[in-house]
């Protein structure tokens, strides 16, 4: 297994910033459930690692698939590095397409979250931010995080997206176990 790292910004009843408030996105999602947004999604909960692009080294720790730049890190302490905030934010190590469940892999120092769906470039949750697939999973499928619990669900949900959307960008999609750093960050 290999376990990738990011910093992102948190989303929950404190945001109220670039005009999209916590209660505008709950109104919009119709996702009343959630207690906060633990997303992958670089438009819901963006990315606070800076890489320095002119830096040859910095490419060392890029996480790259096919030609899209994933927004995950080869290592926690580039993460750390490059971070570029000192508020609140969530440190998440995560597993692309993990073969089995994760909720039992215990990281030292995270809980295991849920899962995302992210579209194939991984900058979208189709989970969280393509204004719902109600043929495929509905609001209370996710969790109070906006991401599933169950394994096999999230791949049922994965293959169902598809099926159900075949001409949709965002529903072909990557699944990603994703676990929150209990201190760091909070």
Known sequence: MTFLYTARATYDRTYDEDGMSWDKYIAWSK???????VSLDGMLN????EPDYD????WNFIHIVAQYQTGFFTTFDFVIKRL???GRFNLLTVLIEPDEDCK???VDGYEFVGYDLLDQDFSTSALTNCGGFDETFLPTDLNEKGLVDDFAKTYDIKKRLLENNPNEYHADTNVIAVWRHETIGR
């Open 84 to 86: 570029k905030t000192k």
């Open 55 to 58: 830096n040859a080294d910095d």
């Open 31 to 37: 996702l009343n459930h959630l207690t906060e947004l």
């Open 104 to 106: 039992d892999i215990n």
């Open 46 to 49: 963006e990315t606070l690692v």
